[in-house]
């Protein structure tokens, strides 16, 4: 079982930038890719960006790409979500997981999301 713990979630501005953390009690987190979905109310799961088990290798969604960063520290257990130029339609709720399949937008472990919300 991997428990997942994302934090950095608040309410922000349109253009202002915001980091995304989510810890991993698990030393096998280094074993693990990862990804970031997001999830407003009254819509489907979006997948954001993900990363390979070493970082080596990242992809991201069309709609944030040029904007959102993913990285990870495996080291440290932890996966990061830089955001920059933020826009409303970023509102959401974040979530880590782990071991995801994108294709079928789901994953083996799931954080329990953190509040992204961005002011017009």
């Known amino acids: 079982q991997v428990q997942l713990v994302e934090t950095g979630g608040r309410l922000v501005q349109a253009g202002d930038s915001l980091n995304l953390s989510c810890g991993a009690c698990e030393d096998t987190f280094g074993d693990y890719a990862m990804a970031w979905f997001r999830q407003s109310p009254g819509k489907e799961r979006e997948f954001v960006a993900s990363?390979?088990?070493?970082?080596?290798?990242?992809y991201s969604h069309d709609s944030v790409q040029g904007r959102f960063t993913i990285s990870r520290d495996n080291t440290k257990n932890r996966l990061y979500l830089r955001m920059n130029s933020l826009i409303p339609a970023d509102t959401a709720d974040y979530y880590c997981?782990?071991?995801?399949?994108?294709?079928?937008?789901?994953?083996?472990?799931w954080g329990q999301g953190t509040q992204v919300t961005v002011s017009s």
């Open positions: 990363i390979s088990w070493s970082g080596a290798n990242a």
């Open positions: 997981a782990a071991r995801p399949d994108i294709g079928r937008m789901t994953a083996d472990y």
